[in-house]
C-alpha cells in the first residue's frame, strides 16, 4: 500500500483532510516550542547565576542572539535535506535559545503584565490565523506589503539604536504590532495552501509541520515583544 498523505483526491474531503492533519502538526509544534520558550526564559530569569552568565558578557547575550538568527536561516534553507528528527532538534534548539534571551522580559517587566500580554497576543493571534483561513481574498499582495515594511522597520531599528528617539520607538512599535498581524493572517493562508497540496509521506509531511510552526512561531514572539511594549508594566 502506497504510504502517501495526498491531497489531489478528486473530493473535497481528501483536501480537507490533508490541510486538517498538517495545521494541527504545525500548531501542535509551534505550542510546545512556546511552552519551552516560556519554561527557559522563566527559569533563566529565576537564576542569578544564569542571569550573570548571559547579560554580563555582550560576547554571550550577542552570540546567542547571532546563533538564533543562523539556526533559522539554516532550518529554513535545509529543511528538505534534514531528516525527520534532526528537523525537530533543531526546532526545539531554536525555542531553548530563544527562550535564553527573552529571560530579559521577566527582568523588565512585571509577571502580571507579561501574562496578560500573552494572552492578548493569544486572542490577536487566533483571530487573524482564523481569518487567514477562512478567509477566501488572496492575501499575497498584503504579505508583500507586510514584509517589506517589515525590512523598513529593521533598518530603522538599527538607526534608532544609535538616535534613541522615543518617538521613533513608539512609531516602530505600532507598525510592528500592525506587520506581524498581517503577517499572521498571509502565513495562515500559504500554510493552509501546503496542506492542501498534500505530502509525500509521514516525514515529508512532519519537517513541513516543522517549518509551518517555526514561521508561526516567529510571528506569535515577534508580535508578543511588540505588544508586551505596549501594554507591559516596568519593574
Do not use: C, P
Amino acid at each position: 500500500m502506497e504510504n502517501k498523505v495526498t491531497a489531489h483526491q478528486n473530493t473535497g474531503l481528501g483536501i480537507k483532510s490533508s490541510t486538517s492533519i498538517y495545521l494541527t502538526r504545525v500548531y501542535n509544534w509551534m505550542a510546545l516550542a512556546l511552552f519551552a520558550t516560556g519554561l527557559v526564559a522563566y527559569y533563566t530569569a529565576s537564576s542569578t547565576q544564569m542571569t550573570n552568565i548571559i547579560f554580563s558578557s555582550k560576547i554571550v547575550f550577542y552570540g546567542l542572539i547571532i546563533g538564533e538568527l543562523l539556526l533559522v536561516v539554516y532550518i529554513s534553507r535545509s529543511i528538505q535535506k534534514l531528516s525527520q528528527t534532526s528537523a525537530i532538534a533543531l526546532f526545539m534548539l531554536y525555542a531553548v535559545l530563544n527562550g535564553l534571551t527573552l529571560s530579559a522580559i521577566f527582568l523588565v517587566y512585571t509577571l502580571g503584565s507579561i501574562s496578560s500580554t500573552f494572552y492578548i497576543t493569544a486572542g490577536t493571534f487566533g483571530v487573524m490565523s482564523l481569518y487567514g483561513y477562512y478567509t477566501k481574498r488572496d492575501l499575497t499582495s498584503i504579505g508583500n506589503l507586510a514584509f517589506m515594511a517589515l525590512i523598513g522597520i529593521i533598518i530603522a531599528s538599527v538607526v534608532n539604536f544609535f538616535f534613541q528617539s522615543e518617538m521613533m520607538g513608539w512609531i516602530i512599535t505600532y507598525l510592528g504590532v500592525a506587520i506581524f498581524v498581517g503577517l499572521t493572517a498571509y502565513d495562515t493562508q500559504k500554510l493552509k495552501e501546503i496542506g492542501a497540496r498534500g505530502f509525500e509521506n509521514g516525514e515529508s509531511l512532519e519537517k513541513l509541520a516543522i517549518m509551518g510552526a517555526l514561521t508561526l512561531y516567529l510571528d506569535f514572539i515577534n508580535l508578543f515583544l511588540f505588544l508586551l511594549r505596549i501594554f507591559g508594566d516596568r519593574r
